[in-house]
């Protein structure tokens, strides 16, 4: 009988010792777990792949232990009227785990821990705003990690990351397990866009662009060093205005509609006076479309590009999911002893005066190999990097006096 063959125990060979690393996903079932742990799936480092939520993980298990890949699903146990019911889902070794009685098995032998569980933005919020919620949300996460896998490596996506990645420090510190090496929080999405918008304006292949961005993740936090680009390019300052407000505003340009409104100085040809990014309900008279607009108004002064925004239904996902697999992809290849595998991340850090900062990293066998200064910042820059250690600073004190009070 199809619909309950599923829930018979089923006598399967899960590949034997096949090489590869033991990643967990917390909150898989989410907009960013979901396609993670499908990409994960996907990724030839991956042998076991365990998928933990506090809802909706059986479903999801079930749906990616059917794709063809190496990292395999063998079972999934649910609690399911005061029973514990085991089915096996596939050959294979990708688990999926729900709810909290179901932590601990998630993360007993994992290399790899990733976390994008909480609650995302909404229109209006700022990231910090979702401090209530997603504070006690990783505390009680990373609790588990100190008892069933303190030596794995964290990858911390959930926000505010500022203040989510001083708190798992202190509760992997209060545990007596914290390895500054092996927790990072995960800013690579500032990064992959910053790639984009640059390539976008200097016309070029963006997996050929690689812009260090440095800081934290959240607005004025997060720090492109435009300077510092490869391939080396000369930006006009209102090139340089344009592309780190559009970076420091990308998670709120998915968020909630979004404006950005360029002044077109038609006696200088095809440059743009960039203004500011507005949001529309700020500019009511702006006819509302869901995909990019562009109008001109009736002396071609003005451009104005609109994204298209979630408006209400969360934040960046996809390119979240794709952001988290490229950084989990260096962790293992670092972990693999690759050579040479350098991200930018928010980790524990000297760099500045702050405890915490985002820098280049060096990924190797322990986590963290080496953190890379700042390199020579341009007057721009150096006054971008007052204004993201001030903010910074408040976010990491609230996080670890979160766990300290
Ligand atoms: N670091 C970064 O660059 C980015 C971070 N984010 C953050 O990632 C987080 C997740 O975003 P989405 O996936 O869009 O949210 P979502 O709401 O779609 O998914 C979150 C998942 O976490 C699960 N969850 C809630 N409490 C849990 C718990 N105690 N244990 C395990 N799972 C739990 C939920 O059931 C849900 O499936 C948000 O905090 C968001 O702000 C989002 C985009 C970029
Ligand atoms: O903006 C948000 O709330 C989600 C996020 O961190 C991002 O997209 O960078």
């Known amino acids: 009988m199809e619909g309950s063959s599923s829930l018979q125990q089923v006598s399967c060979r899960a590949k034997g010792g096949a090489p590869g690393f033991k990643v967990a996903i917390l909150g898989a079932a989410g907009g960013i777990g979901q396609p993670l742990a499908m990409l994960m799936k996907m990724n030839p480092l991956v042998s076991v792949l365990h998928l933990y939520d506090v809802v909706n993980s059986p479903g999801v298990t079930a749906d990616i232990s059917h794709m063809d890949t190496g990292a395999v699903v063998i079972s999934l146990s649910l609690s399911l009227w005061g029973h514990v019911l085991l089915y096996n889902v596939n050959h294979g070794l990708v688990r999926g785990f729900l709810g909290q009685s179901q932590l601990e098995d998630a993360l007993i032998g994992m290399d790899l821990v990733i976390i994008p569980a909480g609650v995302p933005r909404k229109p209006g919020m700022t990231r910090d705003d979702l401090f209530n919620i997603n504070a006690g949300i990783v505390k009680t996460l990373c609790e588990g990690i100190t008892k069933c896998c303190p030596d794995a490596i964290v990858n911390l996506i959930s926000n505010p990351v500022n203040s989510t990645v001083p708190i798992a420090a202190e509760v992997f510190k209060k545990a007596g397990t914290y390895d500054p090496k092996r927790l990072l929080g995960v800013t690579m999405l500032d990064v992959v866009r910053a790639n984009t918008f640059v390539a976008e304006v200097m016309g070029l292949d963006p997996r050929e662009v690689d812009v260090p961005v440095v800081g934290g993740h959240a607005g004025v936090t997060i720090l492109p060093l435009l300077s510092q680009v490869k391939p080396p390019c000369s930006f006009t300052p209102e090139e340089t205005d344009y592309l780190t407000s559009r970076i420091q505003n990308g998670g709120t340009e998915v968020v909630e509609d979004f404006l950005y409104l360029f002044l077109s100085c038609s006696l200088l040809g095809s440059a743009w006076l960039y203004l500011q990014p507005i949001r529309i309900s700020e500019l009511p008279s702006i006819t509302e479309e869901h995909n990019t ?113």
């Open 293 to 405: 607009l562009s109008c001109l108004t009736d002396d071609s002064n003005f451009f104005v590009h609109m994204s298209e925004a979630k408006a209400g239904a969360g934040s960046a996902t996809l390119s979240m999911a794709y952001a988290a697999v490229k950084f989990a992809d260096a962790c293992l290849r670092g972990l693999r002893g690759d050579a040479s595998v350098i991200q930018c991340a928010f980790v524990a850090s000297q760099v500045t005066e702050l405890p915490f900062f985002a820098s280049k990293v060096r990924l190797g066998r322990t986590g963290i190999d080496e953190i890379y200064p700042l390199g020579p910042l341009n007057v721009y820059e150096r006054v971008g990097l007052e204004k993201a250690k001030k903010e910074l600073a408040e976010s990491i004190q609230k996080g670890v006096s979160f766990i300290k009070k």
